[in-house]
């Protein structure tokens, strides 16, 4: 009867094959059965002739389990071969292969005939000499020639120079080179010299961040083996369940804090004594389990289709309720039909968090054009990644890594996953000193500013800007005001009908609200601002009490502290959710924006069919003027629709422009008639 040896399955486990490769591993089971119990040559030899084919092109990278497969493979594959007449010249090929491989593999005297043993010895000889080694203390590292490995009593290496170093925590390491040559067997002992006192850890969960006196170690990996089963054991839990041996060697005289932290768990701080640092000893601590630590994350929305994004990572559509969430700091962004929201939060260990997410034009940064360097180019870029920490209207999308802003461009515009880009160009010069930022919308408005990339804050400008919104309301009370010198308060231009029938009188000065003097417009504003449902006036005689109303306001053009590209996105967002009067106020802003850039034709679109119920202040007649003026830019052609718009506007003899206390339509507009004579 042949002798067979058949690792079990159990061996093969240990290894830790089992989550590598199942079907390479279950080829290798086939091949030593198939020889094993069956007696099957040819099968066996297909099988780990797959194995070898899968293995040996990766052998440079291969996880110790998987070089004993391999090279258990070429051991069988040599004992197989060598009983054939036709494949006994393989063998040698086979072995040497081995050798090549790992020479410190030994081949199995119990599978491999005695020939074959033979031959495995003198091949190896050819190559490599043996070197004898001793340790102590045991329980190191040794490293050959800058490889890392256990500290095995015997290695064969490759003959010529090689440099030995053996380590351990709390030891000074030692070195030493030996010469081999064919026929040589060097003994080398290393004996260590106590430096230092060590401590080891088992920290769960794997992964946890280990800190010294406020210093990083770096972080505990993979899992502990059976050497920690009697620690873990009385905690009734797995050596599984905690992290590999983390060990702080050179722990220094004194008394040190030992700080702990992972994602999702407590921080935890230790006190350790000085006697863990002096006299110089091992030391193993007690298991260390971190807490969980968790907050509740709400997330609501008044506009429709929102989803949640945390860092990156989808937590499904709004609302969202009571979500269980690890504590700590996060990116949280709301993808909504059109705009977003984002903003940066830290959530709480056992706290609770309510975000209101409201829609905001999202602004894409494109890059920075070109790959020429100078000066603040660093800088720059490190500011232009930071910009959206610094703004509230806008929520910010960074540019993507590896992107160029042309490509990044024809994706946005693909995705319309943003209302707004941002795009940096460098000026070129004898040396490249400024930096054009360009914000546009997907329509085509945009703004340039240049800055400079050494200043104390060149983002400083476009940030402001960026947060500057205009408001399309103020509170007011119906009335239309000016200030008069002279006079003691607010002059009543004009009142609404409300007004007269509580008793203020148009043609006298305001003197005060809710009993205190307003000796200008802007302390008037104050009062309103303050105020909560109504105002008492005073103009000398009896109180009135009028309601605070919302007025309408229009947009300021040519303001240097707007961007007026955002001021659009802004409007285009707010009109998606807007109806009757609030949709058609928005509507003659954005008329107003278009006017800006000099889009007549776009802005006529946006008034010529807007409608507003108002008919002072900010109101239809106010809307009626600009659609006069539009026409008149586009040209005599359209004389007779600017001459119709503007005697629409004289039916509004209260209408107003930019807001309730600003100049009146009419006289504009009948000036206007007249220059079209």
């Known amino acids: 009867m042949r002798l067979r040896r058949f690792l079990p399955f159990a061996f093969l486990l240990a290894l830790g094959l089992g989550a590598q490769d199942p079907a390479l591993k279950d080829t290798f089971l086939q091949a030593k059965a198939l020889w094993a119990t069956q007696g099957d040559r040819d099968g066996a030899t297909a099988r780990f002739e797959k194995v070898v084919e899968t293995l040996a092109p990766r052998a440079a990278t291969l996880e110790p389990a998987w070089i004993q497969v391999l090279c258990e493979s070429y051991n069988w594959l040599a004992v197989l071969d060598d009983r054939g007449a036709q494949t006994k010249p393989r063998a040698q090929t086979r072995l040497q292969a081995l050798i090549d491989l790992d020479p410190d593999f030994e081949v199995d005297r119990a599978l491999t005939s005695q020939r074959l043993a033979t031959l495995f010895d003198r091949l190896k000889a050819e190559k490599v000499a043996p070197v004898r080694l001793g340790y102590d203390p045991e329980g190191g590292t040794l490293t050959v020639d800058d490889r890392p490995g256990p500290p095995v009593a015997r290695r064969f290496l490759p003959f010529g120079t090689h440099r030995l170093v053996y380590t351990r925590p709390g030891y000074a390491p030692v070195e030493s080179t030996v010469e081999l040559a064919p026929r040589d067997a060097k003994a080398v002992d290393f004996k260590l010299t106590r430096v230092s006192s060590t401590v080891t850890l088992y920290v769960q969960p794997s992964g946890a961040e280990v800190l010294l006196d406020g210093r990083s170690l770096g972080r505990t990996r993979g899992h502990a083996g059976p050497e920690a089963a009697p620690l873990t054991g009385p905690l009734g839990l797995r050596p599984e369940d905690f992290s590999g041996a983390f060990v702080i060697a050179e722990l220094t005289a004194g008394k040190h804090q030992l700080e702990l932290r992972a994602p999702c768990h407590r921080t935890r701080v230790l006190e350790m004594g000085a006697d863990l640092a002096t006299p110089w000893a091992d030391h193993t601590l007690e298991p260390i389990r971190l807490e969980a630590s968790k907050g509740q994350l709400s997330v609501h929305s008044a506009w429709p289709g929102g989803e949640l994004f945390l860092s990156g990572q989808s937590q499904g559509p709004l609302p969202v309720d009571q979500l269980p969430v690890c504590s700590g700091p996060y990116d949280l962004l709301v993808r909504f039909p059109a705009g977003g929201f984002s903003r940066r939060i830290t959530l709480e260990d056992g706290k609770a968090l309510t975000v209101d997410a409201r829609p905001k034009p999202r602004l894409a940064f494109l890059g920075l054009e070109g790959e020429t360097e100078f000066p603040g180019r660093a800088r720059l870029l490190a500011q232009l990644a930071g910009l959206g920490d610094r703004l509230q209207q806008v929520a910010y999308l960074p540019a993507r890594p590896g992107e160029t802003p042309k490509e990044a461009l024809a994706r946005v515009r693909a995705s319309r996953e943003a209302e707004l880009i941002l795009l940096a160009t460098p000026v070129p010069d004898k040396v490249i000193h400024r930096i ?86 802007k302390a008037l504003r104050q009062v309103l601002q303050d105020a909560k449902g109504t105002v008492t006036l005073s103009q000398g005689g009896a109180a009135v009490p009028l309601p605070v109303q919302a007025e309408a306001l229009e947009i300021p053009l040519g303001a240097s502290s707007l961007c007026y590209p955002a001021v659009l996105a802004q409007l285009r967002l707010q009109y998606a959710g807007a109806k009757g009067d609030e949709a058609n106020l928005i509507r003659l802003n954005l008329g107003l924006g278009l006017m800006h850039f000099r889009k007549y034709d776009k802005a006529i679109e946006q008034l010529r069919d807007a409608r507003l119920s108002t008919v002072s202040g900010v109101s239809q007649g106010t809307l009626d003027y600009h659609t006069g003026l539009c026409f008149l830019r586009l040209g005599s052609a359209y004389q007779a629709e600017a001459t119709q718009a503007f005697r629409q506007a004289l039916k509004y003899p209260q209408a107003t422009l930019l807001g309730p206390d600003g100049p009146l339509v009419a006289p504009l507009a009948r000036q206007a008639l007249e220059d079209l004579k």
Do not use: F, M, Y
């Open 436 to 521: 054009e930022l360009r914000v546009a919308t997907l329509e085509g408005e945009e703004e340039r500013l240049l800055v400079k990339p050494l200043e104390e804050d060149p983002l400083g400008p476009l940030a402001a800007r960026l947060n500057a919104v205009p408001a399309l309301h103020e509170p007011g009370l119906g009335l239309s005001l000016l200030e008069v010198p002279g006079e003691p308060g607010p002059w009543v231009l004009s009142a609404s009908e409300a007004a007269k029938k509580a008793g203020l009188q148009v043609g006298r000065p305001l003197l005060q609200a809710n009993g205190k003097p307003i000796p200008s417009l």
